[in-house]
């Protein structure tokens, strides 16, 4: 046995809070009315107290900022510890074959056992936990259902996708059957955490009205088009609420009602706030009227409109990048676990490293020249386009084993060299930066480093990036000059040592043996960790990188 | 000094205002011109007529119906020095609780008038005469309502009074004679009738408690007769005389007769009209409606952007809740939340006895819409719990909708009424047919059964008790 314990509501407008601290830990033995951790909203600061004695499993850690209802820990009965375990919900309930009885009379409802509500007939539950994707990664978040609760499902269907900090996946069936979402989205779970169970050939009931006897109304009804929805302008004071009208009966079905679509005082505002309209989403509480917790998760599964027949797409709504002219409206969108995991990081970097950048630049003329002249040949050759990003990233892997200090990352109190090189290389994908690797790129050739750079960056705009194209970088080269940059300050990509940073091309006067000559010029930044990189390294690396780049040349002959 | 938020007025609706946007995280300060905080709800309104209310239906009840419950007393008298000193504790109580709200919440008070310089910068005159400045980026207008007058009706506050007087009489009125039977009408005479007065309403309307369901203003009337009680309905009061220690009331009815009323007391109680003088809305820019409301959008701001206003000062019912709903309201779209008001489902409440609440559609308002509709109803009559108790004045109607069985409306007279009200809100906000409340259980006795029986009426004429 063991006691889930959810972040419990604490107020209203509260949706989310985040761990702050964990008086516990893992593992550790509790008493009843033990303060487990704090909790912190934008309001205030609690304390979440055991509400039984056992063995704490922390499955939120700290830091993390979680809606309210999730699952932060457990607390397992001490007798009969499963440790890592979590008890199966074997179903075959033990239910004496509660045939619905026709004889019992219609009020009465049980709903003292779970059970009671399962379909009578054995059935076989399957459940789906978050799989290990990589190590480093200790949680993912949900980030939305592509089928919902309650549905028929196919082995392999996609289920949903799942976000870490790396990469987004999606979670694919298992078995055929009918799926009960456990963790919404928005959640965030623990490698192993539980994310649904997919019950094996049952009939496609609703589990979740008790009683087999009341009337036939079907939970999840479509919100029908029909009702005049509620909508902000005519809640205008002193005008009556914009749902009484009477909707003609005759169109309804037996799973739609008036009151389907129907916000909660709270859930309307969270959608109001959200830019949501009741009618875009499905309400999941009784006759589809919309719940607090419809509308908390509707802005996470909003940016994608679940694929339904009749959904004739919704133009902007809640799109980040619609701006309506005139309007003065601010918008406001949850930050995604990764431009979460990506602001604590970046601030992490400028805390924890003494950062400071180094700069030069780069007379172009002799790449350019000597890219016009092969281009054509290099392409016919190699089917890849020769571009800079395989001069760059060879210039830099020469001047890295020059200079094995800014090719190195400090590991507690050692530093380790690395006698290769893997060049991380920003590109930006549709959620945001990535930094995919290209292994080994000191013995690479010109033309494997292109293909391979293209092959990356299509994987990141497709979001197919996996954990391990990631992971594991020595140095990164960020191009801030496709986008117009002139000059800027990249942030090191941690645990790394040291960043390139790349810029426009801009025709400028210089001189060239006492003579003003107009060059395509291009700055240079090294940003690097004076922790372990001396000034003299990192200048000199620079230098280096400058003078390969210059004479071309100097990269075939080594010197 | 510099604020996020400055609130002028600490009625329910700005001090509530100034809680939230404490709570939101605003640099906040609240200005009261009066000395304690509150406004008129706890200084000379809800609270302190309550009080009265309470303290007069003891008295009747042991003069009335203790010995029906087998309680005999002798020598009972009313001592109203003592009953006025009773309400005067309840609330100073209850105003310091607000001084306590604003101290938790940083919530800085300025004692002193508040009337504008400029759209961002409010003068504070204190009582001494002297002053200061504040500016702020946002500033809510909560100054409140004032009792109404018209020129044929000369208050002097000494026996032609208004509501804050009849709080604070010094004698139990022999006859007093009530201009407008509305709710503060109904309430302060049923506190004198309750203590011996005879009182006389005078109503231009038909009716008690003219807006409200009119069944309710009926079974009222009806329940008010219990009192010495007279009614004239229909009557425009024209002029109303001080003679010394009698006042002479002069009516119009509607069929060409005059009405000539003599008691020592008349309570004027036609309504109350937006409070704003002194605020030098002008300097602001700051429109008002012909009716000298705060004219304001749905987002409760005023035609200057960044200055909001709310409760009494502003259209909409002249109701505590509805002013700490808006108090709410205001601060958050000031932090840029997106809150909304159904101002159909805020309720009204009238605390005589039996009380009387209503919330939603009236009959007569679903009437007038054409919007077909069924009614159920449950007098506390059938009620065990009220039968216990010998409360059983009154009834609970509900109107539902013809073919969906939503509930449009919920009108109850009756004991407690006031709280039973909350569970028909409820149901409303969440769009319940009247059979959803039928399925539910009610615990027995009480009297919140009656809305379950009244309920079941509506469904399909099903109430189990009657
Ligand atoms: C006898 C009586 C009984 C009532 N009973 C009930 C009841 O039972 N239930 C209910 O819901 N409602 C009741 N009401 C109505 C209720 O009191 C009002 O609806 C409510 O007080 C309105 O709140 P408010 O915040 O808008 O204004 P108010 O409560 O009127 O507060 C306004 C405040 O602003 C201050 N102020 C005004 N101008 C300035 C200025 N320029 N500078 C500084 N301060 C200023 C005033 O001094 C006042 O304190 C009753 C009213 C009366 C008179």
Redesign the interface.
């Known amino acids: 046995m063991s006691l889930e314990v959810k972040v419990p509501s604490v107020g209203e407008?509260i949706t989310e809070v985040t761990i702050a601290s964990w008086h516990k830990r893992d593992g550790d033995s509790v008493n009843a009315d033990d303060v487990l951790c704090e909790l912190e909203s934008?309001?205030a600061t609690f304390e979440l107290n055991a509400e039984s004695a056992g063995i704490l499993r922390i499955l939120v850690q700290e830091g993390e900022t979680v809606p309210i209802g999730t699952l932060i820990c457990r607390i397992e009965e001490k007798n009969g510890v499963q440790p890592a375990a979590k008890p199966v919900e074997k179903a075959a309930p033990k239910v004496e074959p509660t045939t619905p009885n026709t004889n019992r009379t219609p009020?009465i409802t049980e709903n003292k056992t779970q059970s009671m509500q399962e379909t009578p007939q054995t059935t076989e539950v399957v459940e789906m936990k978050v799989p290990a994707v990589g190590e480093s990664i200790s949680e993912v978040t949900i980030a939305n259902w592509t089928k919902k609760d309650g549905d028929q499902v196919q082995l392999d269907d996609v289920l949903c996708e799942i976000e870490s900090d790396k990469a987004t996946f999606e979670l694919t069936a298992e078995a055929s059957g009918t799926l009960r979402i456990v963790a919404q989205a928005g959640t965030t779970l623990a490698i192993g955490d539980l994310i649904c169970k997919i019950e094996k050939g049952a009939a496609a009931g609703n589990g979740t009205q008790g009683g087999g006897v009341t009337p036939s109304k079907e939970m999840y009804s479509a919100p029908k088009e029909v009702l005049k929805e509620e909508n902000?302008?005519s809640?205008?004071?002193?005008?009556?609420?914009a749902?009484?009208t009477?909707?003609?009966?005759n169109q309804k079905t037996s799973s739609t009602?008036?009151?389907t679509g129907?916000a909660?005082?709270a859930a309307?505002?969270i959608l109001?706030?959200k830019g949501i309209y009741n009618k875009e989403i499905k309400g999941t509480?009784i006759d589809g009227?919309i719940t607090k917790a419809d509308a908390v998760q509707a802005e996470k599964t909003q940016p994608k409109a679940p694929a339904g027949p009749q959904e004739t797409a919704k133009p902007a709504v809640n799109q980040a990048t619609a701006s309506v002219p005139g309007s003065r409206e601010?918008r406001?969108q949850k930050m995604t676990q990764l431009r979460k995991t990506v602001s604590r990081r970046l601030v992490a970097v400028k805390n924890e490293t003494a950062m400071l950048t180094t700069f030069n630049e780069v007379d172009m003329k002799p790449i350019m020249e000597m890219r016009a002249k092969y281009k054509d040949k290099f392409k016919e050759k190699y089917n890849v386009g020769l571009g800079f990003m395989s001069f760059f990233t060879k210039a830099v892997c020469v001047a890295l084993q020059e200079w094995p200090a800014v090719n190195a990352m400090i590991d507690g109190d050692e530093i380790v060299y690395n006698d290769f090189v893997d060049i991380s290389i920003a590109v930006s994908a549709p959620k945001g930066l990535v930094v995919p690797v290209v292994r080994n790129a000191e013995q690479l050739s010109f033309a494997q480093i292109e293909a391979e750079i293209i092959r990356l960056a299509g994987r990141a705009r497709d979001n197919k990036m996996t954990i391990e194209e990631m992971t594991g970088g020595t140095f990164t080269i960020t191009n801030g000059g496709v986008f117009g940059s002139m000059m800027s300050t990249p942030i090191i990509n941690a645990p790394q040592s040291a960043i390139l940073g790349m810029h426009n091309i801009i025709e400028r006067p210089v001189a060239i043996n006492g003579q003003v000559e107009i060059r395509p010029m291009m700055y240079v930044a090294l940003s690097y960790d004076h922790r372990i990189i001396d000034g003299r390294e990192s200048v000199s690396f620079l230098v280096r990188v400058k003078q390969l780049l210059e004479d071309p040349a100097r990269l075939l002959l080594g010197i | 000094m510099d604020y996020d938020v400055v609130i002028i007025g600490s009625g329910p609706g700005g001090y509530i205002a100034a809680v939230r946007c404490g709570?939101?995280?605003l640099k906040t300060a609240i200005i009261e011109k009066y000395e304690t905080l509150g406004g008129t709800c706890l200084n000379v309104g809800c609270i302190p007529s309550k009080a009265l209310l309470d303290s007069s239906e003891h008295y009747f009840n042991a003069t009335h119906t203790f010995a029906a419950h087998g309680i005999e007393l002798k020598d009972l008298q009313v001592n109203l020095p003592q009953m006025i000193n009773r309400k005067g504790e309840v609330v100073k109580q209850t105003t310091d609780g607000i001084k306590f709200l604003m101290k938790k919440n940083k919530v800085t008070t300025y004692q002193g008038m508040g009337s504008f310089v400029n759209k961002n910068t409010i003068l504070i005159t204190d009582k001494n005469g002297g002053t200061q400045q504040i500016t702020s980026k946002n500033i809510v207008i909560a100054t409140g309502s004032k009792p109404a007058s018209i020129p044929s009706i000369p208050l002097d506050k000494k026996r032609i009074i208004t509501s804050t007087e009849a709080l604070n009489l010094k004698e139990v009125p022999k006859h007093l004679i009530v201009i407008g039977a509305g709710v503060i009408g109904a309430e302060l005479g049923s506190v004198y009738g309750r203590l011996g007065a005879k009182v006389s309403f005078v109503e231009f309307a038909g009716s008690m408690i003219p807006t409200m369901d009119g069944t309710m203003g009926k079974e009222l009337q009806r329940a008010m007769k219990k009192l010495d009680t007279d009614f004239y309905f229909n009557h425009k009061v024209t002029s109303v005389e001080n003679k010394g220690d009698e006042v002479v009331v002069i009516a119009d009815n509607n069929k060409g007769g005059t009405l000539t009323l003599s008691g020592d007391y008349c309570l004027v109680a036609i309504g109350r009209k937006p409070y704003t003088e002194g605020l030098n809305l002008e300097k602001a820019g700051v429109q008002k409606d012909e009716r000298g409301r705060i004219v304001?959008d749905?987002h409760?701001q005023t035609n200057v952007p960044g200055i909001y206003a709310i409760g009494d000062v502003i259209?909409?019912a002249m109701l505590a809740h509805k002013a700490e709903e808006e108090g709410v309201f205001v601060a958050?779209t000031i932090v840029?939340?997106?809150?909304?008001?159904?101002?159909?489902?805020i309720p009204n409440v009238v605390y005589t006895w039996p009380e009387v609440a209503g919330v939603g559609?009236t009959e007569e308002e679903l009437k007038a819409k054409g919007?077909?509709y069924k009614t159920g109803a449950f007098p506390f009559k059938a009620s065990g719990r009220a039968r216990a108790s010998m409360d059983t004045d009154g009834t609970v109607k509900v109107l539902a909708?013809?073919?969906?069985d939503?509930i449009?409306g919920v009108h109850m007279i009756g004991p407690r009424t006031a709280d039973m009200i909350a569970e028909a809100v409820v149901a409303m906000?969440?769009?319940?047919?009247a059979e959803d409340i039928g399925?539910m259980s009610h615990a027995h006795p009480t009297y919140t059964e009656a809305l379950k029986e009244a309920c079941l009426a509506a469904t399909d004429n099903r109430a189990l008790n009657i």
């Open positions: 407008s934008d309001k009020a902000k302008k809640e205008e004071p002193g005008t009556q609420p749902q009484t009477p909707v003609a009966d009602s008036y009151a129907h909660s005082p309307a505002k109001a706030e509480g009227r601010q406001r | 709570q939101l995280g304001v749905e409760l259209r909409g958050e840029g939340q997106k809150p909304h008001i159904n101002y159909l489902l559609y919007i077909a909708d013809k073919q969906t939503e449009l906000e969440f769009r319940a047919s399925r």
